[in-house]
């Protein structure tokens, strides 16, 4: 199971995605979009765990702006072992600063989340599919080079864990 901070795109950019997802399922790739639960939203996560607190998370950020207006362009498809297919963007100061400044006071909370998910090892990305093996991951990278680059601004944040049936919208998403 997992939980994650997880950070929203402009409608556009999110509609890009689902299209993207459609556009995969057309050509056999089990992808984000046909989860049984159907709730999944196109993210980028900026901390994941087996659980996460949302009255900790939303705590330890009182005051942040999460997201800030941040723009991205994603610019490259990549994978992770295990057959995750991802788009990823462009690693800018906004974005990278958030997440440290995520990290410092989730830390400085006690909020615990994976390893991979600190700064200097994360990897901000999309995920397109958790299951792109073999053939799929060359057919599910042909597909998706068809949508990039695609902007996106991140809009909104919240804690989700669809296993859980938690989904929790961050209530501080302005400084203060």
């Excluded at 410092?104 to 700064?119: C, N, T």
Aim: some cysteine; overall charge negative; glycine content about 8%.
């Amino acid at each position: 199971m997992v939980a994650a901070l997880e950070l929203y795109f402009d409608t556009v950019a999110e509609q890009r995605i689902k299209t993207l997802w459609r556009a995969l399922t057309a050509a056999g790739v089990n992808n984000q979009g046909e989860h049984s639960h159907g709730r999944h939203r196109p993210h980028v996560s900026l901390v994941a765990a087996h659980e996460l607190d949302p009255v900790a998370i939303n705590d330890a950020l009182s005051g942040l702006a999460v997201p800030p207006p941040i723009e991205l362009t994603f610019g490259h498809v990549g994978q992770f072992p295990g057959g995750v297919l991802w788009l990823g963007p462009a690693p800018t100061n906004p974005l990278l600063e958030l997440h440290a400044e995520v990290v410092r006071r989730l830390d400085a909370a006690g909020v615990e989340f994976w390893p991979l998910y600190r700064p200097g090892v994360w990897v901000p990305h999309c995920t397109l599919s958790m299951t792109a093996r073999g053939d799929a991951i060359s057919t599910g990278a042909r597909v998706a080079f068809d949508v990039i680059p695609l902007r996106a601004t991140l809009t909104s944040a919240a804690v989700a864990d669809h296993n859980r049936e938690i989904y929790v919208p961050l209530t501080r998403t302005r400084a203060a």
